[in-house]
């Protein structure tokens, strides 16, 4: 990495770290909770989201104090929460799945909105999209936010937001993602070829092309979700046990958080390692963009199905890191200039 990019990576994690921590500021109000909850836990092969849990757990524990005395997984209703008293928090991991796009986040979203109605939830930040506003999906969670009686729904882009401001009756604050929590992140390895494409291979894949028909340049095309077997032989182990550990307390959510905590740290090193392989990123994934920053890593950008990707870079440009692309002819020709300047 040049110094030139290495005095732009640095400028711009710090300006987004003190962004995050205004924030928090913001919706926590100088108040320390001595006990909250984290709940979506991404027991999932996305890269992006272990970052992104990784992430909410320095900030917040920077910010409240103590790691969470609860933990849950995404899409698992935490029978746990009654254990919490009326003065602690209730805090949702952020992503994108704040919409229909993925279900089972908002069913289970609107179950803990519903189930605790006077208890303080904040929603870390998200992108929000729906796809239909006269779905059960977008109805029911209009519903769930107006009537719960303190519920504060962080944003990371100003589509989101301005969407949130019209349609939901309850704060919304811009913010940005929580994996700039994790600070700088150094790359893992040397680079094997000149340009690595972490490009979607899900529902919120919006590319036209074949990646390996551009054959100027040494390539390869991968995507972090794309493994089998997933997860260490303790998150396993915590998988099977998690119905027993949930009802242990304290002592068993203690296990629960530092499995998850492990589970997380691995898929990131995984995923800083993918990035590392590239010369050059060419990336559809918004975290691969974010990561791709932690890193110093100048990289180009296509979007997703929905525009997440373009929507934050509107939001937080990071002037000098990030090179927007509308086709992947037009990424592999920026990705051919930025390895000439190197």
């Known amino acids: ?13 710090e ?4 962004l995050i921590e205004q924030c928090l500021d913001l919706v926590f109000q100088n108040m320390a909770f001595t006990n ?5 836990f991404p027991d999932h092969t996305n890269v992006g989201d272990s970052a992104i849990w990784l992430g909410t757990l320095r900030l917040l524990t920077r910010r409240l104090g103590g790691t969470p005395t609860i933990v849950s997984r995404h899409r698992e209703f935490p029978n746990s929460l009654g254990r919490l008293s009326s003065n602690e928090v209730i805090i949702f991991s952020g992503g994108g799945n704040f919409g229909d796009l993925w279900s089972g986040y908002w069913q289970n979203r609107v179950k803990v909105l ?4 006077y208890r303080k939830i904040v929603q870390m930040p998200q992108s929000i999209y729906f796809s239909n506003l006269t779905d059960s999906a977008f109805v029911e969670t209009q519903r769930a936010v107006s009537s719960h009686r303190d519920f504060t729904l962080l944003v ?9 401001k019209k349609h939901f009756d309850c704060p919304s604050y811009l913010c940005p993602d929580s994996a700039f929590g994790l600070g700088a992140l150094p790359k893992i390895g040397d680079a094997s070829c000149e340009v690595l494409g972490l490009l979607r291979s899900d529902k919120e894949k919006n590319l036209l092309g074949n990646f390996s028909s551009f054959k100027s340049l040494s390539s390869e095309e991968t995507d972090w979700v794309s493994i089998n077997n997933f997860g260490s032989k303790r998150l396993k182990v915590c998988r099977r046990m998690y119905p027993w550990l949930a009802r242990m307390g ?9 499995a998850f905590a492990h589970q997380a740290g691995s898929e990131l090193n995984r995923g800083v390692g993918i990035l590392s392989r590239g010369k050059v990123v060419i990336t559809d994934r918004l975290h691969g963009h974010i990561i791709c920053c932690l890193m110093g890593s100048p990289h180009v950008v296509l979007d997703n199905i929905y525009g997440k990707v373009t929507n934050y870079l509107a939001s937080f440009p990071d002037h000098g890191l990030t090179f927007l692309a509308s ?16």
């Not at 519903?114 to 109605?117: A, C, E, G």
């Open 114 to 117: 519903k189930s605790f109605p």
């Open 250 to 258: 304290p002592v068993g959510m203690v296990t629960l958080e530092r």
């Open 36 to 40: 909250w909850a984290l709940l979506d």
């Open 327 to 342: 086709s992947l002819s037009d990424a592999f020709s920026i990705a051919h200039n930025m390895l000439l300047e190197q």
């Open 15 to 18: 300006a987004q770290f003190k």
């Open 1 to 13: 990495m040049s110094k030139v990019h290495h005095k732009i990576s640095q400028c711009y994690l």
């Open 156 to 164: 990371r882009d100003l589509v989101s937001l301005d969407f949130a």
